[in-house]
């Protein structure tokens, strides 16, 4: 059973991304390790197409992320290119066997976070 993220995104519509308990799981562990935390997806190539976690004072966002929503108290950003995109996509935070991106607080866990995707109805 996936964790519905809250609040809202920007823009005021309903949350985009959720979490599954092995997410959830990892993401406590790298929580209890470096303090709060924030994921960002930009949609570039090889690293930017998964989901990283940050310590919240090591990434600044840039004026165009779109805040998908939260998961706990762990927000979601995504490109504003890439929520062109996929602004009809519910997006699933799971983890998968493998290394996190160079960045990423996931690398060196032998587990990484991974985003699935579901198409939303629209209207």
């Not at 995104?9 to 985009?16: A, D, E, F, I, Y």
């Not at 562990?29 to 998964?50: K, N, W, Y």
């Amino acid at each position: 059973m996936a964790r519905q993220a809250s609040p809202e995104p920007t823009g005021g519509t309903r949350s985009l991304v959720r979490a599954t308990p092995a997410a959830i799981a990892l993401l406590d562990e790298i929580i209890a390790e470096h303090g709060p935390v924030l994921f960002h997806q930009s949609g570039g190539c090889c690293d930017g197409s998964s989901p990283m976690c940050y310590a919240r004072g090591d990434f600044i966002l840039g004026d165009r992320d779109v805040l998908l929503g939260t998961i706990g108290e762990t927000p979601f950003y995504i490109g504003a290119a890439q929520y062109e995109a996929w602004k009809h996509t519910a997006l699933t935070i799971d983890v998968v066997p493998g290394r996190g991106g160079m960045f990423s607080l996931d690398n060196g866990r032998e587990r990484r976070f991974l985003v699935r995707s579901d198409i939303c109805r629209i209207g």
